[in-house]
């Protein structure tokens, strides 16, 4: 497994930025970052394949968050631009050595059961 420290969370109001930062022990062929709004499930927003770069965005953050990475920090970022009330949520960083977001060359967010590495949790509050 890896270890994963998320940080960069915070309360911002509709329309502001948030940059999130998940410093890695060690890059994994996957990584991404899932969020969990209060009551409901934790799903995939931003997933990497770090062999290539390839990338995956959930719709509802298409075109409003960027996820990238330092391969010489080992530190995953996720830049989310234009934030509503709605991207309100926990956010989790989340790895895995397995290719569980690769399917016929296309990279997918898999399901969160995939991922065996997990960080503590970023809390992001948009007031509107």
């Known amino acids: 497994r890896v270890h994963l420290v998320d940080s960069g969370g915070g309360s911002v109001q509709a329309g502001e930025s948030l940059t999130l930062s998940c410093a890695a022990s060690?890059?994994?062929?996957?990584m991404g970052w899932f969020r969990q709004p209060p009551g409901k499930w934790r799903d995939g927003v931003a997933i990497i394949y770090t062999g290539t770069g390839g990338t995956y965005y959930d719709d509802s953050v298409k075109g409003r968050f960027t996820i990238s990475q330092d391969n010489a920090n080992n530190t995953l970022y996720l830049q989310m631009n234009r934030l509503t009330p709605e991207d309100t949520a926990m956010y989790y960083c989340?790895?895995?050595?397995?290719?569980?977001?690769?399917?016929?060359?296309?990279?997918?967010?898999?399901?969160?059961?995939?991922?065996?590495?997990w960080g503590q949790g970023t809390q992001v509050t948009v007031s509107s």
């Open positions: 989340a790895a895995d050595d397995a290719l569980v977001c690769l399917s016929r060359g296309t990279v997918i967010p898999g399901g969160e059961v995939l991922y065996d590495s």
């Open positions: 060690r890059f994994t062929s996957c």
